[in-house]
């Protein structure tokens, strides 16, 4: 609760009609604060920093899948190469065997035995060279569905960001009315009557002044008491008063009970 203020402390006079113009002017500022909440909780904003974190794990992951692409890809090439030097060596060995260029009977167990090993060798090798394949298309696979993920995912921060911003403009072209207007409702209010009425509004969550109607201050929603309102009542209608209870300006209206 703010410091009571009564009629007699106050030091400001100013004509009636003026000061029901100042509760245009709350009402316009109460708009605007509405306006400036409203901005900074825009809901794709929320959305968009969502998105914008799922997009950097994402593309982390991706990271990690293209690099094992590429590892499997250098391992696949080299089993490629490892079976056919195997292959090649083989297909030599046979078209000597082959060929009859063989002289002794030990040089030729010894080729014979050397054909079957790498056989032996080039088999194990194409199981080598058939798992690296079935890992890099499994891989290959999982990169290509992190990359449609990603692209899926950029295209709808895309959307979210231009509701973001059309948002924004909407709420921006209001703010811009709404200022244009308070600069016109405030332009008959003295200096002093607004800055203390923006002395107020700080002190109480954005309401510097408030009515006065069935002899209930609307700022703080507390009846008067009989005996401050006889105070206001005895006052000069132009008389800048305060509510007792929560210290904001209090406008007389016709409706104030007073």
């Known amino acids: 609760m703010g410091e009571p203020r009564r009629p007699g402390r106050d030091p400001l006079n100013a004509d009636p009609f003026i000061q029901l113009r100042l509760l245009d002017v709350q009402a316009l500022d109460l708009r605007l604060d509405q306006l400036a909440h409203r901005r900074r909780t825009v809901p794709e904003v929320s959305e968009g920093e969502r998105l914008r974190a799922e997009r950097a794990k994402l593309a982390s992951e991706l990271a990690t899948a293209q690099a094992q692409v590429s590892d499997l890809t250098r391992e696949q090439r ?3 190469a490892d079976v056919e030097q195997v292959r090649t060596r083989r297909a030599r060995d046979e078209q000597r065997l082959q060929s009859g260029q063989v002289g002794s009977a030990r040089d030729l167990q010894s080729l014979q035995s050397e054909i079957e090993s790498l056989q032996r060798r080039q088999s194990d090798l194409e199981d080598v060279e058939l798992d690296v394949m079935e890992r890099l298309e499994a891989a290959t696979a999982h990169e290509q569905e992190l990359s449609a993920r990603e692209t899926e995912l950029g295209t709808k921060l895309a959307e979210v960001d231009q509701a973001r911003d059309r948002a924004y403009a909407e709420i921006d072209a209001e703010v811009d009315r709404l200022r244009r207007e308070r ?32 002899r209930r201050c609307e700022g703080c929603r507390m009846e008067l008491d009989a005996r401050y309102l ?24 016709l409706e104030s009970g007073v």
Do not use: N
């Open 78 to 80: 080299k089993a490629e």
């Open 183 to 214: 600069t016109d409702t405030a332009a008959g209010v003295s200096d002093d009557l607004l800055k203390l009425y923006e002395k107020r509004r700080a002190q109480h969550g954005g309401v510097g002044a408030a009515a006065l109607r069935q």
């Open 230 to 253: 006889g105070q206001i009542a005895a006052k000069p209608d132009d008389a800048v008063l305060s509510c007792e209870e929560c210290g904001r300006i209090l406008i007389r209206t």
